[in-house]
Every structure is written in structure tokens, then in C-alpha cells.
T-cell receptor
């Protein structure tokens, strides 16, 4: 159990366009989802914490108007990169915590989305 | 400021030997610790979790935690070429405001030489 599906796995878009990435918990309900970004040879950096039914909490330095997060249900969170630029090219990974799991339980990761902005 | 430090490597270990991966963290309030394995181009997969001081063993993997020294390590016994990957250390601190994401180190690139 605890499968997290992320779609698409790879996307190429032109500069100035917007891209939506979906993160779904397939066999559990997730009250909290986390969005990470990973540049080549770098670690995962937390972008934002998404709680179902409320506004996302963004980490310092992450533009909330550029990275729109919606967590409308207990099984789906979306990240929209608006007006994408080449510097937004990165590996975006979502993770989820199962409803009822304690705060210090491991996170369940999606397979990631490789975004390339040309 | 939450920081997690790892030696980026590469760490090269002969097949069948023990691989030792180390991690230090800066925040004494950290309460849970995880080791993830990440293959190139893939998302992390959980290897071990550890919450209290001492050793925790799971198959060929042993996690060691020393909160006084703010140090956590991962030992891989009988290393296999398939163990070649980047190993990420991650810590979690409960801020009291709700669920927190994990803070990751940059990872150690491990190479198991056949």
C-alpha cells in the first residue's frame, strides 16, 4: 500500500507557458502532501506543504504566485508552474503522508516529473 | 536553520564489503531520521527509519543514531552492485504547527565495484 502516482513523468514546454503536475495517492487518503524540487546533483528542496482544503504553506524563497498548489481532495494535489522559464527546469517530486499517520512517519514519494522549459 | 550534511562522495566499495554512510544534522530538535535511496532520474525510496538512539537492523541494512552527537549513519553489509545509488539522509522536526516535510542532505553517491 501507500502508492503515490505523479503525472506526467516528463514534460517539455516552451518558455512562458504553464504546466500542471498531478500527484495522486492511489490507495490511501493524504491530508498532507509535500512538493519538492531537485536540481541536478542537488538535494531535494521542499517547496511547499499542501493541506487538503486549505492554502498551501510555501518555503522561504518559493514564489506562491508562480507555483500554484491546489489540494482539493484527500487524494489529489496539483502543482502548476505558471509562466515557466528555463531556470524552472528541474525534477519535481511530490510526497504524501497517509491520513492518521503521525507527523514523524516516513513520506511516500511519487515517481517525479522531469520538467524541461525551452 | 535546519541543515543536514553528507559527504557527496563518490564512495567506492568493493562488492561484498561493508559500505558506511554518514550524516550529521544541525537541529537538536530533530526527532525522526530516514535513509532514502535514489537511483539516477528516479524518486527516492525509503530504506530505513530510526527514531531512538542505538542501532536498528533490517536485512543487510543497519541504521545508527546518536542524538548527542547529532549523527546518523547507514551500514550496508555484503554490498551488491545493485546498491550503487545516491543515499539521502533526511530528518524531520516537529514544529508544533502541524506536519512538516523532511529536510534532506545532498546525498552520498555510492559505487559498488564488482
Amino acid at each position: 500500500g501507500a502508492v503515490v502516482s505523479q503525472h506526467p513523468s516528463r514534460v517539455i514546454c516552451k518558455s512562458g507557458t504553464s504546466v500542471k503536475i498531478e500527484c495522486r495517492s492511489l490507495d490511501f487518503q493524504a491530508t498532507t502532501m509535500f512538493w519538492y524540487r531537485q536540481f541536478p546533483k542537488q538535494s531535494l528542496m521542499l517547496m511547499a506543504t499542501s493541506n487538503e482544503g486549505s492554502k498551501a504553506t510555501y518555503e522561504q524563497g518559493v514564489e506562491k504566485d508562480k507555483f500554484l498548489i491546489n489540494h482539493a481532495s484527500l487524494t489529489l494535489s496539483t502543482l502548476t508552474v505558471t509562466s515557466a522559464h528555463p531556470e524552472d527546469s528541474s525534477f519535481y517530486i511530490c510526497s504524501a503522508r497517509r491520513q492518521g499517520e503521525f507527523y514523524n512517519s516516513p513520506l511516500h514519494f511519487g515517481n517525479g516529473t522531469r520538467l524541461t522549459v525551452t | 536553520q535546519k541543515e543536514v550534511e553528507q559527504n557527496s562522495g563518490p564512495l567506492s566499495v568493493p562488492e561484498g564489503a561493508i559500505a558506511s554512510l554518514n550524516c550529521t544534522y544541525s537541529d537538536r530538535g530533530s526527532q525522526s531520521f530516514f535513509w532514502y535511496r535514489q537511483y539516477s532520474g528516479k524518486s527516492p525510496e525509503l530504506i530505513m527509519s530510526i527514531y531512538s538512539n542505538g542501532d536498528k537492523e533490517d536485512g543487510r541494512f543497519t541504521a545508527q543514531l546518536n542524538k548527542a552527537s547529532q549523527y546518523v549513519s547507514l551500514l550496508i553489509r555484503d554490498s551488491q552492485p545493485s546498491d550503487s545509488a545516491t543515499y539521502l539522509c533526511a530528518v524531520n522536526i516537529f514544529s508544533g504547527g502541524g506536519a512538516d516535510g523532511l529536510t534532506f542532505g545532498k546525498g552520498t553517491h555510492l559505487i559498488i565495484q564488482p
